[in-house]
């Protein structure tokens, strides 16, 4: 018996270049050789040349050897692959658009608190994460930080309002990059991430406007917030 891929599978003590062939090709028709064609197509030119290499090294040795040989061209493959795939897939997902923050909603600041405060009671933390930083962007346009903008996305919305807030330019970003992560379903949102989120809320609500600082102050956050 021989561990491939994290299953047991019989193999032949002694075997033969038809064998060793498809096990080499059932070991890249696995999902994580298909990450990015490019990929695939150089493992496979790879482990070709490699192949016939360990074939002419292996045919002079007992079966015991080739078979190690074989094996070892295996899991140097998949090695490779899981190697190139982490990063390929971390790409991917770095370069994803942000998402769209309101999309048809219209719900008010505190609308869109108490739902996240339901959600929260009931256990439902992404949900609550999710109307949680719509509030906060909202709350943001009520007191005309952030001019209303269809089509906003939480990246868009965190940076506008760290220019305005750069004091709390780090938490936005975090925050917005937190809404992104729900979303897309990276991340499943706890506790902990919804009682964060609503510290990030409670200091941009504490914060004054940069540009404002020495004029007139902008609607008083804890009117917005009630």
């Known amino acids: 018996m021989l561990h491939v891929g994290g299953a047991l599978v019989d193999v032949p003590v002694e075997p033969d270049s038809a064998t060793a062939r498809q096990w080499l090709r059932d ?15 150089r493992l496979w030119t790879w482990a070709t040349e490699q192949f016939q ?19 070892g061209a295996i899991v140097v493959i998949a ?12 790409s991917r997902a770095a ?22 405060e339901q959600h929260a009671a009931a256990g439902r933390f992404g949900p609550a994460v999710l109307d949680r ?21 939480a990246d868009e919305g965190a940076r506008e309002a760290g220019d305005r807030l750069p004091g709390c330019a780090v938490e936005l970003l975090a925050a917005a990059r937190l809404f992104d992560d729900v979303c897309y379903g990276d ?40």
């Not at 360990?54 to 074989?70: P, Q, T, W, Y």
């Not at 930083?133 to 996305?153: I, K, M, N, Q, Y």
């Open 133 to 153: 930083f719509r509030a906060l962007l909202r709350s943001l346009e009520d007191r005309t930080v952030l001019d209303p903008r269809p089509g906003r996305t």
């Open 187 to 226: 991340a499943e949102a706890d506790a902990e991430d919804d009682r964060w989120l609503a510290t990030v809320l409670a200091q941009v609500a504490a914060t004054r406007p940069a540009a404002l600082a020495d004029g007139p102050q902008d609607a008083p956050a804890a009117e917005v917030l009630r």
């Open 95 to 116: 370069a994803r658009a942000s998402t769209e923050v309101f999309g048809d909603d219209t719900r008010s600041t505190a609308q869109l608190l108490a739902a996240a």
């Open 27 to 41: 070991e890249l028709a696995k999902a994580v050789y298909h990450q990015q064609p490019s990929l695939l197509e």
């Open 79 to 90: 090695v490779i692959a899981l190697l190139v795939a982490g990063p390929v897939q971390r």
């Open 53 to 71: 290499r360990f074939l002419e090294a292996a045919s002079g040795v007992d079966g015991r050897s080739s078979l190690l040989i074989v094996v």
